[in-house]
């Protein structure tokens, strides 16, 4: 058989797959902090354009992916699915596995799917700029590149820890036109107060967030964007199992299991989704694994309530799984799964028994990254090498019981930029770590007071 299967571009998938038409139990509503009601597009347009105001709430199965985007998806889509092969010799497992790359992207990740969606619709309705918060750099990265295709401005605010310590993240997204930021900055209000208390501030992502709306808010040519969490991102992400399902039918093999890393779910929903409808629907029945790592365990260990998508609380109230949002995860380098939260899509199918979660030590993760790098080539991100670690676990359980498996997983990204962690890694720098309960109980009971009555 072959090692990888391509699809032509005219197999571009051209729809979206919307999970929430076909979920059992529909995502509850986000609240306004203020009233607990339930917000309406009017609370959210001077952020968003109307069109993505619109997927978010969208009860449809179906929605079209606009010529424009399909066109600029050409430039590195469809992505190949790729036979495990020599991964699958080295474990010596009856397993078979796959994976879907998506690190051939301009961004080296996921992140594009929705970039150009984002900067699509933006465009589309005049809008001038985007602004928006990066951590590690992907996200900024993918927008950066997204607005430059669609001759939109791009400011982005970028973590101060990571704008020191990533500056070719920084580079790059210079390279593709971005104003980029160190956040806190003295440009926006939430900055310079965050800046008067603590002058050495390394800034997080939620100061980020709040520099970033803070701009929007304020300018009617200019909209914030999002690079995970929220449905519409969610949505644009299913273009990866849209195309997997497609290419593992000329496989002639079903997936038994689905696996990806989480942070706020937008990976993990692109390539779960369109595999999950199976289920949902009654025809096939297939696991869906989320990984987590161990030092922010939303999933495995935080609670299902209201919580703010943000750690200064300026965004509506999500109904997910969270560790509050004071919660101030230690410094793992798989720096896009440190999210207190999860995407409320996934939230509600995990409470619903729909998916399944794990949480993994980071060691065993880069374990798992560097025996994926001598054996398939490819140098994962971090955040994929959660994914892969969980990946062999289900290859070893195979080999035990002794029976053939079927497994998928979502090479999210390649891990170019974060050759330091590896090399942290291979000089013992890198530690797992055990999050006391207390710490979680103490971040959970602080957000009490946000749940609807
Ligand atoms: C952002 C990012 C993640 C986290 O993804 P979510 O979609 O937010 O869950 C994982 N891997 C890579 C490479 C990323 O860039």
Known sequence: MDKKIYLNESDLPQYWYNVAADMPNKPLPPLHPGTKQPVGPEDLAPL???????????????????????????LYRPTPLIRATALEKALDTPARIYYKYEGGSPSGSHKTNTAFAQAFY???????????ETGAGQWGTA??????????????YMVRVSYDQKPYRRVIMRTYG???????????????????????????????????????????????????????????????????IKQMEYTGDFPDVVIAPLGGGSNFAGISFPFLRHKLEGSKNVRCIAVEPASCPKLTRGQ???????????????????????FMPTSIHAGGLRYHGASV???????????EAVAMQQLECFEAGVLFAKT??????????????????EANAAKEAGEPRTI?????????FDLQAYSDYFEGKLTDHRLDDGIIQENIAAIDMLQPV
Do not use: W
């Not at 295709?149 to 400011?155: I, K, P, T, V, W």
């Open 376 to 393: 398939e080539g490819i140098l994962p991100a971090p955040e994929a090498a959660h994914g892969i670690a969980q990946v062999i676990r």
């Open 122 to 132: 933006n465009r589309e309705e005049g809008v001038k700029k985007i602004v928006t």
């Open 143 to 156: 927008l950066s590149f997204a607005c430059q295709q669609f001759g939109l401005a791009c400011d982005v």
């Open 178 to 244: 971005a104003d980029v930021y160190a956040s806190p900055s003295n440009r926006t209000k939430a900055g310079r107060d965050v800046l008067a208390a603590s002058p050495d501030s390394s800034g997080s992502l939620g100061i980020a967030i709040s520099e970033a709306v803070e701009m929007a808010a304020g300018d009617p040519d200019t909209k914030y964007a999002l690079g995970s969490v929220l449905n519409h991102v969610l949505l644009h992400q299913t273009i990866i199992g849209q195309e997997a």
């Open 345 to 355: 899509l996934c939230s509600q199918l995990l409470k619903d028994g729909l998916i």
């Open 408 to 416: 998928l997983f979502n090479l999210c990204g390649h891990g170019h």
């Open 304 to 326: 299902f309530r209201y919580d703010f998508g943000d750690t200064a609380g300026y965004t509506p109230l999500l109904p997910m799984y969270t560790l509050g949002h004071q």
């Open 48 to 74: 968003f354009p109307m069109e993505l105001i619109r997927q978010e709430v969208s009860p449809e199965k179906h929605i079209e992916i606009p010529d424009g985007v399909r066109e600029k998806y050409r």
